[in-house]
């Protein structure tokens, strides 16, 4: 089974333009998540899509960040315009949907991001 | 790697020994746990989880203990190997309705051969 994948691995880009980041989840997964470590700092939640709708975005750090998932199937994190403070790496995860409670979250590799 | 800026903690220990990490978790009301391990360039990798209505689980070569008096989590790894060498970190989901994972800062385990 696949796991989760994103793209790019790595992005380099000036500060005022724009990223957008892709996340495939595991196949089948309806819980897709964004999270994002800045250097020095804690791995940080971002937002939460339960198929195609936006659960939980409480970790959204302002209206530069932008999340979609049309479709319920990949998502796309895009910032605009990208700031130094956003570099960092961007991690998505996907969970599958449960009944009784909380489950694991599997995560991708990650697109390491660097605004200069 | 990503945990470059990021100040760990770090154990030591050498090939064939038992591993101990420690995590104190900040959020009593939590009810779901899990251990990640993070090796340079890649994503957290899921190791092992518990719920809040356990004490103790098992694994393959891990232990996950939960001490909710303390808010205290525990991943014990047994003979380790050079390959388990990573960053290892705790999380913990809230019971607040929603599933964001809190991350702990991590503690880097180096094994010598």
């Known amino acids: 089974e696949a796991g989760v994948t994103q793209f790019p691995s790595h992005s380099v880009i000036e500060k005022g333009q724009t990223v957008t980041l892709r996340c495939d989840p595991i196949?089948?997964?309806?819980?897709l998540y964004w999270y994002r470590r800045v250097m020095g700092k804690e791995i940080k939640f971002l937002l939460h899509?339960?198929?195609?709708?936006?659960?939980?975005e409480s970790g959204m750090p302002n209206n530069r960040f932008l999340a979609e998932r049309t479709g319920g199937t990949y998502s796309t994190l895009k910032v605009q315009p990208a700031e130094l403070e956003d570099s960092g790496v961007y991690f998505c995860?996907?969970?599958?949907?449960?009944?009784?409670?909380?489950?694991?979250?599997?995560f991708g590799p990650g697109t390491r991001l660097t605004v200069l | 790697g990503e945990s470059v800026g990021l100040h760990l903690p770090t154990l030591s220990v050498q090939e064939g020994d038992n591993s101990i990490i420690n995590c104190a978790y900040s959020n009593s009301a939590s009810d779901y746990f899990i251990w990640y391990k993070q090796e340079s360039g890649k994503g957290p990798q899921f190791i092992i989880d518990?719920?809040?209505?356990?004490d103790k689980r098992q694994g393959q070569r891990v232990t996950v203990l939960l001490n909710k008096t303390v808010k205290h989590l525990s991943l014990q790894i047994a003979a380790t190997q050079p390959g388990d060498s990573a960053v290892y970190f705790c999380a913990e989901i809230p019971n607040t309705g929603f599933q964001k994972l809190v991350f702990g800062t991590g503690t880097r385990l180096l094994v010598s051969p």
């Open positions: 995860a996907s969970s599958q949907s449960s009944w009784t409670g909380k489950v694991s979250q599997y």
């Open positions: 196949s089948g997964h309806d819980n």
């Open positions: 518990i719920r809040s209505n356990m």
């Open positions: 899509f339960v198929k195609e709708s936006k659960q939980d």
